[in-house]
């Protein structure tokens, strides 16, 4: 009864993936049944996300920011993201809660992986952010911010801090619910 929908999906994951995520078992078991037509090995190369990401935004460049979402998904390192690591980024990018996605969004921003953001990271990851943008979607963005360093430098000034200094998760965390501003700043969604 409780796991013959699952398929080959183990107990312990769906348990997992239903606790975390507000997918039901349902859904997890057509999820998984996708996942292992597409990845008959169980696990997605960050080429084959890249290849999966970018079509989402046809019109511009996504692979630097694939790598990005890939990164803070892969969250054993090991290169590929299995269904667990897959479902969540589904869930994170798609349907999470608010802090749990500024928790997402911190680990995607905080490229070396040491628990801080930096002012060099804030740019790496708002050029690639950028690069989603559409031409013809940058012309019409306000002059503080219609270039990745400018919008990076914007939204480190929301933090008030200096060049050399650095922001731990739950700074990153309130600063962003406390300013819509800054919240519009970590993200791009397309405009059409």
């Known amino acids: 009864m409780g796991n013959s929908k699952s398929g080959a999906v183990s107990k312990e994951i769906l348990e997992d993936l239903k606790l975390n995520t507000k997918f039901s078992e349902t859904e997890i078991a057509q999820w998984y049944e996708n996942f292992k037509k597409q990845c008959p090995n169980g696990r997605i190369s960050k080429e084959e996300f890249q290849a999966i990401y970018t079509k989402f935004f046809p019109e511009s460049d996504a692979n630097t920011y694939a790598q990005h979402v890939f990164r803070s998904f892969d ?33 995607l921003f905080d490229v070396d992986k040491n628990g801080y953001i930096t002012k060099s990271e804030v740019s790496e990851i708002c050029t690639a952010i950028f690069k989603l943008i559409p031409p013809e979607e940058i012309e019409t963005l306000p002059e503080d911010e219609n270039t990745a360093q400018k919008r990076a430098d914007k939204l480190w000034n929301y933090f008030d801090k200096g060049d050399n200094d650095r922001i731990a998760e739950g700074e990153f965390i309130q600063g962003v619910l406390d300013n819509d501003e800054a919240l519009r700043l970590i993200q791009y969604s397309p405009s059409k």
């Open 75 to 107: 969250t054993n390192d090991d290169g590929t993201l299995d269904f667990k690591e897959y479902i969540i980024a589904l869930h994170m990018t798609s349907t999470g809660k608010t802090t749990r996605k500024l928790e997402w969004a911190f680990s």
